[in-house]
Antibody
């Protein structure tokens, strides 16, 4: 069974940093693209970043480019999202999800973790 | 950026009825790189439809997708109680990947 489990989020002050992780199991992690999506409270879904199988190719939404970094450790079946210079508007539930490659949808999702940016 | 518009905002229906949800894209989505997701409160989204009309693994056949170019439809035949929630369309044809604002299907 495919499982994606995000690390606990938490409360961060504006301007602060937080690193999220996503532990994958039940599939060959190194063969899949991975992605991060977020959802502000009561709002819709926003794609944030993609990373390819070997971690050499990534892409970002304009809203987080230069502040967030997606990475992965295939040896540890883990995906990461380093979030810097956090803003109030980054408050959201953050989901990791699996993609079968470029041109594929997000076929499995983690349960999400809440990040609150507030002073 | 491809903008997705979903109509209606809310659909109030009774179990057993048919739901028809629309998604329009601001530019043509090539090769039908259009997906639909279902999300229930407090849960992660679940992939229902990919490539505009392909059903994801384990999705009942009462869910069907259609359309091409800029106009796409998700149809849910014979609504079951567990089908109520918010439905999002998504284009994964060109960067950035974008989602529609969602259609809420609620119990009438």
């Amino acid at each position: 069974e495919v499982q994606l489990v995000e690390s606990e989020g938490g409360l961060v002050q504006p301007g602060g940093s937080l690193r999220l992780s996503c532990a994958a199991s039940g599939f060959t992690f190194s063969r899949y693209w991975m992605t991060w999506v977020r959802q502000a409270p009561g709002k819709g879904l926003e794609w944030l970043a993609n990373i390819n199988e070997d971690g050499r190719e990534n892409s970002y939404a304009d809203s987080v480019k230069g502040r967030f970094t997606i990475s992965r450790d295939n040896a540890k079946n883990s995906l990461f999202l380093q979030m810097n210079s956090l803003r109030d508007e980054d408050t959201a539930a953050y989901f990791c999800a699996r993609r079968n490659g470029r041109g594929h949808p997000f076929d499995s999702w983690g349960q999400g973790t809440l990040v609150t940016v507030s002073s | 950026e491809i903008v997705l518009t979903q109509t209606p905002d809310t659909l109030s229906l009774s179990p057993g009825e048919r739901a028809t949800l629309s998604c329009r894209t601001s530019q043509s989505v090539s090769s039908s790189y259009l997906a639909w997701y279902q999300q229930k409160p407090g849960q992660a989204p679940r992939l229902l439809i990919y490539g505009a009309s392909g059903r994801a693994t384990g999705i009942p056949d009462r869910f069907s997708g259609s359309g091409s170019g800029t106009d796409f439809t998700l149809t849910i035949n014979r609504l079951e109680p567990e089908d109520f929630g918010v439905y999002y369309c998504q284009q994964y044809d060109s960067a950035p990947i974008t989602f529609g604002p969602g259609t809420k299907v609620e119990i009438k």
